[in-house]
Nanobody
Framework: QVQLVESGGGLVQPGGSLRLSCAASGSIFSINVMGWYRQAPGKQRELVAFITSGGSTTYANSVKGRFTISRDNAKNTVYLQMNSLKPEDTAVYYC?????????WGQGTQVTVSL
């Protein structure tokens, strides 16, 4: 079972940038699709971006043009570059497979966008 550890979150002003990392304890090479999810207070977890093993990417409309997902299979790591951050991007961010792998949810990393 793959264990996932997210990092890179923090407090940033609107318009700022952050780069999130997701390190896997095992190989992600066999996981065809990896995604970044987020959960804001009082809301359900949502999928914001995903990437296939071949490098094809898809984004939620709310982040399209601002977020970039990438993966490094050799390092077993998935990244999320977030630019032009907005207050509505505030959430705990998680990575997982798509569909999600049971038992592989990490603790997430908090992203807070505020003045």
């Amino acid at each position: 079972q793959v264990q996932l550890v997210e990092s890179g979150g923090g407090l940033v002003q609107p318009g700022g940038s952050l780069r999130l990392s997701c390190a896997a304890s095992g190989s992600i090479f066999s996981i065809n699709v990896m995604g970044w999810y987020r959960q804001a207070p009082g809301k359900q977890r949502e999928l914001v971006a995903f990437i296939t093993s071949g490098g094809s990417t898809t984004y939620a409309n709310s982040v399209k043009g601002r977020f970039t997902i990438s993966r490094d299979n050799a390092k077993n790591t998935v990244y999320l570059q977030m630019n032009s951050l907005k207050p509505e991007d505030t959430a705990v961010y998680y990575c997982n497979g798509v569909p999600s792998l049971k038992g592989s949810w990490g603790q997430g990393t908090q992203v807070t966008v505020s003045l």
